[in-house]
């Protein structure tokens, strides 16, 4: 029987299920707790199974086939995204640790009444973008300023073709927009700054009290970090998403083609530089160059490209590296 659809099964998981054979019954995991994951196996889903995850690395928002017995997960469906970070203890350091999977669409989300952060911005659509899934820029606490269209502009701009959508948490406004990326049963996730905000959204897209709301410490706008177990909550009408401060606070795990995508317009003058090895620096012909005294092109925005390339760089000889010792540790066990 095909896994339920108003879970978030799709074409793409189906395949995926199909290439191993259509094997026992996917269900999706909507929270882990030390080892164990709660499987759920159709939307209406109150009682979930209860699998231990014996070698296999489970995310929230993963489907997964339990085996005949209930008792563990024997399989990990292909994830159509996955939000990574690289997992912090020295051995494996280099693993890199999922954190939820199968997200559809990922709301960045800033906030009015503090000054447009595009660096920030741009990193968050890099690693959206990375992730496979889809990235919104959400703009948020509208309540708080007379016009939003100065702050709008600024962080449309390194938005480059991403929606970028204006609401209040707290006052419920430009909520409907935000469900409607919920439509086909997609999974939503929230990144963000700690207290942009996200809390106040969640609860504004339940319509429930569902997770508490920091309040503010005086005299600054950054709430106390109150979200606690990962979860898969069903939004009204339809769709789910996907909570866990893990996700919130998840650091740059570049690989991909995340950052061509975030910066697809400078990718495009590249193109049009004389030299094919231009360094755009100083090489005659450069397009990049151009467009920055030509005013077209922020040198700002620049300098966040050469800083999040050379972190990629830095990050993949640390890798090469790592790996390279782990060859060596192998080599004198002929029999590997
Ligand atoms: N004026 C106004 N304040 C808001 C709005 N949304 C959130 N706040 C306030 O901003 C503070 C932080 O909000 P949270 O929703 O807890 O922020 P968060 O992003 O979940 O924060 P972390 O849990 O730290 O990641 C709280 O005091 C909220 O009341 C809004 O739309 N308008
Ligand atoms: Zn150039």
């Not at 659809?5 to 074409?11: A, K, P, Q, T, V």
């Not at 690395?57 to 292909?78: C, Y």
Request: proline residues 5%; aromatic residues 6%; contains cysteine.
């Amino acid at each position: 029987m095909e896994p339920d659809r108003s879970l978030g099964w799709n074409d793409a998981l189906d395949a995926s299920w199909q290439s191993i054979g259509a094997l026992g019954a996917p269900g999706r995991v909507s929270r882990i707790d030390r080892g164990w994951s709660s499987v759920m196996r159709h939307a209406d889903d109150t009682d979930p199974l209860r699998v231990r995850n014996l070698f296999v690395d489970v995310a929230v928002g993963d489907w997964v086939v339990p085996s005949d017995d209930g008792e563990r997960v024997d399989h990990i469906i292909e994830r159509t995204s996955a939000f990574t970070r690289r997992a912090s203890h020295e051995g494996d350091r280099f693993e890199a640790d999922v954190l939820a999977a199968n997200i559809d669409v990922v709301f960045l989300v800033h906030a009015f009444g503090s000054p447009p952060n595009q660096r920030r911005l741009e990193r968050e659509l890099v690693l959206a973008y990375d992730s496979g899934a889809e990235p919104v820029v959400v703009l948020t606490k509208v309540d708080l300023v007379a016009d939003p269209e100065p702050t709008r502009r600024e962080l449309a701009e390194v938005a480059l073709g991403a929606p970028v959508l204006i609401v209040s948490g707290l006052e419920s406004i430009g909520i409907d927009p935000v469900l409607d990326h919920a439509r086909g049963n997609k999974t939503l996730a929230f990144l963000g700054a700690s207290g942009v905000g996200k809390s106040t959204l969640v609860n504004a897209l339940l319509d429930s009290e569902v997770m508490d709301t920091g309040h503010v410490r005086e005299g600054d706008q950054r709430g106390r970090h109150t979200t606690v177990a990962a979860q898969l909550l069903r939004l009204p009408g339809e769709g789910w998403l996907i909570d866990t401060p893990g996700v919130r606070a998840v650091s740059l795990w570049l690989s991909g083609d995340g950052i061509e995508r975030a910066f697809a317009d400078v990718f495009d003058l590249m193109d049009h530089c004389r030299f094919r090895d231009c360094k755009h620096d100083r090489e005659p012909g450069c397009a990049v160059r151009a467009a920055v005294d030509a005013g077209d092109l922020d040198p700002r925005r620049l300098a966040s490209l050469e800083r999040l390339v050379a972190e990629e760089h830095a990050l993949e000889e640390e890798q090469e590296r790592f790996m390279r010792r782990a060859d060596r540790r192998r080599k004198p066990r002929p029999t590997d």
